[in-house]
């Protein structure tokens, strides 16, 4: 009981050091994005810009976003109740949305002032001091886009390595907006309308990306290849434990996973050994992993029978004869009542139903004496 309060107290600890962070990043990047805007925005109007001008409103939009993130990591970090026991972590991907939105909004808008100067164009007026403050605020976006999207991959906050990414793309913008100045001032050829559609363009395909990335963690993505290999690992170190299968993991916002998973043990473990291992993994892969394992399943496998593993083998090499079987695992054989029971991995490539159809008839024609149960797994996690 101590060590399991101890484990939800650092659980806390990291919950609150990961708001934190969040907002502080957050706060500054609201207040270098406003201060930007309001240069640009007289930049913009003194010199008759309109890409200098679409450029500060492209900076209040981030500074939008950035109060957007701040509401979404502290809802986000609400501790769970009775109405939602798994947490409100999956606000943050909400939230994420409406930066999204936001940024999409302000790309189509800028889009549509563009096209607007280009049919009815206006000549730009530059001066030093124009210039200067474009220059400054091209290396203040590079070093606020890097920092933040640092801090957001710190944390594992999907919105702030978004923000980090915009503001990147901000400088690169920026230089093209000083670019267009500079070939004004030189050869009096006036880009400005053309040079904002490419801004209004490159913010309205970020904005896409974002909501893209955003929408895939709503409906729920495949499980992260580099942590299922992990929790396999960790789980197949006991010797005890002969595979693991079946890895499920439920996100419920960032850096909060549940799991279920099935491992295999030998048919000679009794019910309190396996309670005591089970007890034993969970506190394992926590520590390890942060993923709370709330569901594990056994399969037991033969161990004191020659003929059991020798049906094993070739059971296996028929089934996995088929390209859409990934995986055979949870195999287990009664000799004495003629039964055998099995799961496999099935791709996407055929229905599960024909799969089990087509793998049933195959096993009864090699053993027609045996009863043959057979489950189609899904194919969720990297095997």
């Given at each position: 009981m101590g060590k399991e309060s101890k484990d939800n107290k650092d659980m806390a600890?990291?919950?609150?050091?990961?708001?934190?962070?969040?907002?502080?990043?957050?706060?500054?990047g609201i207040v270098t994005n406003v201060l930007l805007a309001a240069f640009k925005a007289a930049v913009g109007l003194i010199s008759n810009s309109i890409a200098v001008t679409l450029d500060a409103v492209n900076n209040l939009s981030d500074a939008l976003s950035s109060v957007i993130t701040i509401i979404g990591a502290k809802l986000g970090a609400k501790k769970p109740d009775k109405k939602h026991p798994l947490g409100y972590g999956r606000i943050e991907y909400l939230s994420s949305m409406i930066v999204a939105a936001i940024v999409l909004y302000a790309g189509i808008t800028s889009l549509?002032?563009?096209?607007?100067?280009?049919?009815?164009?206006?000549?730009?007026?530059?001066?030093?001091?124009?210039l200067?403050?474009?220059?400054?605020?091209?290396?203040?976006?590079?070093?606020?886009?890097?920092?933040?999207?640092?801090?957001?991959?710190?944390?594992?906050?999907?919105?702030?390595?978004?923000?980090?990414?915009?503001?990147?793309?901000?400088?690169?913008?920026?230089?093209?907006?000083?670019?267009?100045?500079?070939?004004?001032?030189?050869?009096?050829?006036?880009?400005?309308?053309?040079?904002?559609?490419?801004?209004?363009?490159?913010?309205?395909?970020?904005g896409i990306e974002m909501m893209i990335e955003t929408l895939n963690d709503i409906i729920g993505q495949r499980g992260d290849a580099e942590m299922t290999r992990t929790i396999k690992k960790l789980l197949t170190e006991e010797p005890e434990i002969r595979g693991a299968y079946d890895l499920n993991l439920f996100n419920y916002g960032p850096d909060k996973y549940y799991g279920s998973v099935h491992m295999e043990l030998p048919d000679t473990m009794t019910v309190d050994e396996v309670d005591v291992l089970t007890r034993k993994i969970q506190i394992k892969v926590y520590q390890e992993t942060g993923v709370i394992l709330t569901g594990i399943g056994v399969y037991s496998y033969?161990?004191?029978?020659?003929?059991?593993?020798?049906?094993?083998?070739?059971?296996?090499?028929?089934?996995?004869?088929?390209?859409?079987?990934?995986?055979?695992?949870?195999?287990?054989?009664?000799?004495?009542?003629?039964?055998?029971?099995?799961?496999?991995?099935?791709?996407?490539?055929?229905?599960?139903?024909?799969?089990?159809?087509?793998?049933?008839k195959q096993v009864q024609e090699l053993y027609p004496d045996y009863t043959v149960s057979i489950i189609s797994d899904i194919d969720v996690t990297d095997i």
């Open positions: 600890v990291l919950s609150a050091n990961r708001e934190k962070t969040i907002v502080r990043t957050s706060i500054i549509v002032e563009s096209v607007k100067k280009i049919i009815h164009p206006e000549a730009a007026d530059y001066g030093t001091v124009s200067i403050i474009i220059a400054v605020a091209i290396i203040v976006k590079l070093v606020l886009g890097r920092y933040v999207k640092k801090q957001g991959e710190k944390v594992n906050s999907g919105a702030l390595v978004a923000s980090g990414k915009d503001a990147s793309f901000d400088a690169i913008l920026s230089a093209s907006v000083l670019a267009s100045a500079i070939v004004f001032l030189i050869w009096g050829i006036s880009l400005e309308a053309y040079v904002g559609v490419i801004i209004s363009i490159v913010i309205i395909k970020a033969n161990t004191s029978n020659d003929e059991a593993a020798e049906i094993r083998n070739t059971v296996q090499k028929t089934i996995l004869s088929n390209e859409w079987a990934l995986q055979m695992h949870g195999f287990y054989v009664d000799i004495i009542n003629k039964a055998m029971r099995f799961d496999v991995v099935v791709s996407f490539d055929i229905d599960h139903k024909e799969a089990v159809a087509i793998m049933t």
